[in-house]
């Protein structure tokens, strides 16, 4: 019986072609070091909550968010979903979230208000940032029907336990300095959601978010929309906030196996903005595939072993490819079909130099050496009388997983090992 992970070793005329360079999107990126978080904000999206029996309003009931003052509201909480739902028909005007079932609004500018009152939502993030790493940040925002003005300046700081010593939460908040700030002007759409971003360079202490604005009045540029009511107010609805590192490499997780009706899950773990930056393929042949989502993880439920490809593009950076083989079968069907035959091959993970364990008698076996994506990177035999021994070691071979295909008169094997480099 043919290992059915052929199907996926590419070993047609196309092959030479394939590995060529024309699909090299598609080269994993399994040796690079994967990162356990791509957002680092704490539920990004406000679907996690402190409670579920939420009042009209809910100040400050998602969990992770808060104030800088802890005993100041700094936003008010709503929602589409059933059992909580105060949304979309509210106070401050009609608005579904930009995704999922739930929102936020605060208020960033109110000059005509007592205390010349505004809100900083704070977020405690999942880790402290990493020093001289470059993250992406963005937020999105929707004006509401009560604003009275329009403004332009709106930020993001990103900063230590410091903050924890501020007291005045409700009070603007210009001596720190964003790090992220619209730059696209005055933000007037009362329907749409509207993308705040930028890129920054971590100093490595960054504990919190902060969202607001930071400017003086004097140094935010307003425009009245609605003359009628009685405050010079901008207040906004947000959603959708993430920082995620710039050179985050794409992930499709390890390699996996499955029982004939099982799921399996690949990929990284759902999270605001990672899900709208990845897409999912299925490779049905060498150079063609079907497109199954857009999303950071998915669970999927093959009847053969397949091939899935993730394609990553953040807004912020280029495109990353990466790459999971699912094998059918608890064990995998290559290791059922060489404990049949006695073969084994050993140590595994191994540095290039290994041995196989034959105990069917063959003098020769011809072997074939392929990594994930079908590419012949090698080929020779194995005798008896030289301990059916390979060198891969100076063939130039990246880290990560390979398939080596042995081959007699009588019978095809197929084994999977793991590369790693000293």
Not at 20 to 30: H, N
Not at 159 to 167: H, P
Not at 207 to 233: D, E, H, I, S
Not at 328 to 338: D, F, N, Q, R, W
Request: net charge neutral.
């Amino acid at each position: 019986m043919k290992f059915l992970q052929k199907k996926y070793l590419f070993r047609d005329k196309f092959s030479t072609w394939f590995c060529k360079g024309v699909f090299l999107l598609f080269l994993s990126s399994k040796l690079v070091s994967q990162s356990p978080i791509a957002n680092y904000i704490s539920n990004g999206g406000f679907e996690i909550l402190i409670s579920n029996t939420i009042t009209v309003g809910g100040v400050n009931k998602v969990k992770y968010w808060g104030s800088l003052d802890t005993t100041k509201g700094s936003y008010y909480f709503y929602s589409t979903s059933s059992s909580i739902a105060n949304a979309p028909y509210v106070s401050y005007g009609f608005q579904y979230p930009r995704n999922g079932n739930n929102f936020v609004l605060s208020s960033f500018y109110c000059d005509t208000c007592p205390g010349n009152s505004r809100a900083y939502p704070r977020n405690r993030l999942k880790q402290v940032l990493q020093p001289s790493k470059v993250y992406c940040a963005k937020y999105h925002v929707v004006n509401t029907n009560n604003n009275r003005v329009a403004i332009d300046k709106y930020g993001m700081y990103f900063g230590d336990a410091s903050l924890d010593t501020i007291t005045k939460c409700l009070d603007p908040i210009t001596y720190l300095n964003p790090q992220v700030e619209n730059q696209n002007g005055i933000i007037t759409d009362t329907l749409n959601w509207i993308a705040v971003s930028g890129t920054f360079v971590a100093t490595g202490d960054e504990k919190y978010c902060v969202l607001g604005n930071f400017r003086t009045n004097a140094a935010t540029n307003t425009l009245l929309l609605q003359p009628a009511l009685p405050f010079n107010t901008n207040d906004v609805y947000f959603d959708d906030v993430s920082v995620i590192e710039i050179d985050l490499p794409a992930y499709a997780g390890p390699d996996k196996w499955f029982i004939s009706g099982d799921s399996v899950y690949i990929g990284r773990e759902s999270d605001v903005e990672i899900n709208e930056s990845c897409i999912w393929y299925r490779m049905t042949s060498p150079t063609t595939s079907v497109t199954i989502d857009t999303i950071a993880g998915i669970w999927v439920k093959p009847v053969i072993t397949s091939t899935y490809v993730v394609r990553q593009q953040l807004w912020c950076s280029g495109v990353k490819w990466d790459t999971v083989v699912v094998s059918l079968s608890a064990v995998g069907i290559s290791e059922m079909h060489a404990i049949q035959n006695d073969i084994r091959l050993f140590p595994n993970p191994n540095n290039g130099i290994f041995n196989l364990e034959i105990d069917n008698g063959l003098p020769t076996y011809n072997f074939e050496l392929y990594d994930v994506l079908g590419c012949k990177v090698s080929y020779g035999t194995v005798k008896k009388e030289m301990g059916y021994s390979v060198n891969l070691s100076q063939k130039g071979l990246k880290q990560g997983v390979y398939f080596l295909n042995l081959s007699s008169e009588s019978e095809t094997v197929d084994l999977k090992f793991k590369l790693v480099l000293q």
